[in-house]
């Protein structure tokens, strides 16, 4: 055992690359929003090239918005890798950088807490990589980061130690508000903590003094992430009201399941994120009592009250801000690794740590053949979707119409856009304040044809392109039935057939492309 415990760390990157082996094996990695992100980023390599059909239908976002770290990475991977392993290298990235900014953040709070950091794992396949946000994906190891940094050099006053933080704030701010405004919490909580522990050994006006100063000198190298994060929410103020929340019940069971853990199926999922939460919540329980027995307070202790402060938060905060939504369910995961980062500084018995240790990272691989499982079907489905790549012509708008009930399946017409210069009218996030690409208003297809997420979607084909001046050259079927009843799908489908001539149907005839006729 000591020889195991020895090369841990060596243990530790295994346990990393055994969970890069599904983006190795998988041509497509589907995630919900990830098409689209992946189809964005080409449309801004796009408008930066000046070409004329996206710069018809598109233009950037005006305002200096959130989410532009995925995008940008995106765009610069898709200078030498096709749209596909672009995004699963991204995805790659943020599964490298969560396990080991986790892991020196803790080791910077307590250089005994290696261990700790194998509690990470269950974290990283999650809901919020399957929703496809990137960007929040990614906000989480930039801020593990920062706050590593951060609590190593927080005495310092330097110009150097304010250019840095400036720029981790402005890098929290680009890849996700929510990293931005926790930072700003958590490293001002820091400095009150330290401020307290430590009055004792000088005089307290001294001490006050001194910690006037830190704040001020964070306040002001955050200042410039801080004024566009105001900005952002005062814009956006109001959107996404009306939205359902989650009830009070509701947030203390997502608590004691482990809710982010619950990825694609809730009813099979939740046994696996059960027994995660079992085993934190027995762990939890046993480091509490361990630090009432000491009647000591530490400054690893912050990372204690810092997770009840979210805890609290997350049990009290509507679940939509500004253009943002599943605020709860974001709060959460934090309150999970924050409670994380305090069980690994305590002193427990060295079997209990083993065994954490194991039975975490068991459990993640354990998961983890579940993810591929289901992952190498939506390949398969993303596949033969892309098959239809060769029978629409560049410089066309296509239309998708998706009638599948799979909510994986909603932007999985995306990728044919990410490879080929083509305008899709279903790209969501362009009509969305929060993005860095924006439809023309004139040519926006959700302001005009009524696109939405319904399975059976209601489209008003004909008044689109009356409005906009522009036909539709192509429309893609995905995932209809010639038995659906309802009244839009029929309607649809006439309208198809009246003005379209089909010209290509996928192997399993999932996949249907019909062109326009002259």
Known sequence: MKNILRHEKYFFLAVVILHLLPLLMLEFFVTHDGPSHVYNSAIISRLFHGDALTSKYFMFNPQPVPNWLGHFLLCLFNIFFSANISEKILIGLYIVSLAYSFRMLLLSVNHESAWGSWLIFPFIYSLYLYQGLHNFCLAIPVLFFSLNYYIRNAGSLSPKHFLTIAFFGTMLYFSHIFSLILFGLMAGAYLITEFFIHKIQTTEEKNFMRLCKRLGFLALALLPGL??????????????????????????????????????????????????????WSIWIIAVVSRMRKFSFRLADFWFIASILILIIYLTVPDTLASGNFVSLRLLV????????????????????????????MLSL???????????????????????SGHVREGSIVLPVCYSVNWLHSNLSNY????????????????????????????????????GYASSPCLDI?????????????????????????????AISAYILKNYFLIFTSANNKAEVFQRKK
Not at 420 to 448: Q, R
């Open 334 to 361: 934090f309150y999970y690794l924050f409670s994380i980062i305090w069980i690994g500084t305590n002193i427990l018995p060295g079997g209990l740590k083993n065994f954490s240790m194991a039975v975490f990272s």
């Open 416 to 451: 044919l856009g990410a490879e080929k210069n083509v305008v899709l009218l279903d790209n969501y996030e362009a009509a969305m304040s929060h993005f860095p690409t924006m439809w023309k208003p004139e040519l926006d297809p959700y302001a005009g044809m009524n696109i």
């Open 227 to 280: 004024i566009m994060a105001v900005q952002f929410v005062t814009r956006n103020a109001g959107l996404n009201e009306g939205a359902p929340e989650p009830t009070f019940p509701e947030r203390l069971v997502f608590l004691f399941i482990a809710r982010p853990l619950i990825t694609l199926n809730y009813d099979e999922e939740i046994y696996y994120s059960g027994i995660v939460a079992v085993a934190f």
């Open 462 to 490: 004909e008044r689109y392109q009356k409005i906009s001046g522009q036909n539709i050259d192509y429309i893609i079927r995905w995932g209809y039935n010639k038995t659906f009843q309802d009244s839009c799908a029929q």
């Open 366 to 388: 354990l998961f983890l053949i579940y993810h591929y499982t289901e992952s190498e079907t939506t390949d398969k489905e993303a596949k033969e979707y892309f098959s239809v």
